[in-house]
């Protein structure tokens, strides 16, 4: 079974850093893209960054500039970099992935969601 864990979310003053973390575990055979999206209190989940398999990359235009998103395909892990973080930023974010499972099966999996709030 493969799992997605988040990590590194927490409480940041405005202006701060965060790093988050997802780790892909379980038995697979490739992780394809790997997305961060985040949803606030009230509003719809929205995408942040994106990384395909050959480290392409793309932001919302919310985070560009501030956010930088990089993959290790050794480790299985994806990061999430935050720079200069505002309070709008304060979200659950959440890292989703396109993996194909040993037998060949594409799935779409997603992680558990870490908090990350900014206070002004």
């Known amino acids: 079974q493969v799992q997605l864990v988040e990590s590194g979310g927490g409480l940041v003053q405005a202006g701060g850093s965060l790093r988050l973390s997802c780790a892909a575990s379980?038995?697979?055979?490739?992780?394809?893209?790997i997305n961060w999206y985040r949803q606030a209190p009230g509003k719809q989940r929205e995408l942040v960054a994106l990384i395909t398999s050959g480290g392409s990359t793309n932001y919302a235009d919310f985070v560009k500039g501030r956010f930088t998103i990089s993959r290790d395909n050794a480790k299985n892990t994806v990061y999430l970099q935050m720079g200069n973080l505002k309070p709008e930023d304060t979200a659950v974010y959440y890292c989703?992935?396109?993996?194909?499972?040993?037998?060949?099966?594409?799935?779409?999996?997603w992680g558990q969601g870490t908090q990350v709030t900014v206070s002004s």
């Open positions: 379980g038995s697979f055979f490739r992780i394809n893209a």
């Open positions: 989703n992935a396109d993996i194909i499972n040993r037998i060949g099966a594409r799935g779409d999996y």
